[in-house]
């Protein structure tokens, strides 16, 4: 017979790792962000990118991808992309939905990962109830868009969230889709008629 105490045991010690993981993250890219500001604009990035010629695309969206689990801002890696590829902003365009979209994801299914639902399940089952019920209402779709596109607050928190609410999957990523993807052509249109303006 299988102990199941012993698994149990097992998942809590594997799920405050992974938390204690992620903190570390967090705590690390937040602290460079501070500490270093300078190194995180837009042509510092295009400058680290550059140093991949042959994969600059994978490591372009592999940042764009990983972001995310750093709470760290999108827009200068979007900016970034607009530099180094002025001529071909569908390319950007697309590069940086993707990886968007991956970032997202991950950090909807790490928050279950994490223990996060659970726990807010069995301690707050009312207010986990009643913001998934938003979430799900069709006005809970508008409310992830709009905070997708809004630059000033991180995308990855409303992914936590509905994450940890279990918000229908298919619901929150079209949401995030249909955020980000105006903000993007935006910052990428926008920047690219900018640098040819200036030329």
Known sequence: MTNKPAISRATSILRIFFIALWLSVIVSGIGAYLLFPDEFTAPKIAEFLLRFQGEIWLVYLALSALRGLTLLPSTPLVIAGTLLF?????AVLTVSIVGIMLSSSMIYFFSDLLGFSDYFENHKPGLTHRIKSRLEHPAGFAFVAIWAFFPLV???LVCYVAGTTKMNFLKFIAAVFAGELVLCILYI???NYLINLSR
């Open 86 to 90: 002025p001529n071909q902003p569908f």
């Open 154 to 156: 991180p995308t990855d």
């Open 189 to 191: 249109y926008s920047g």
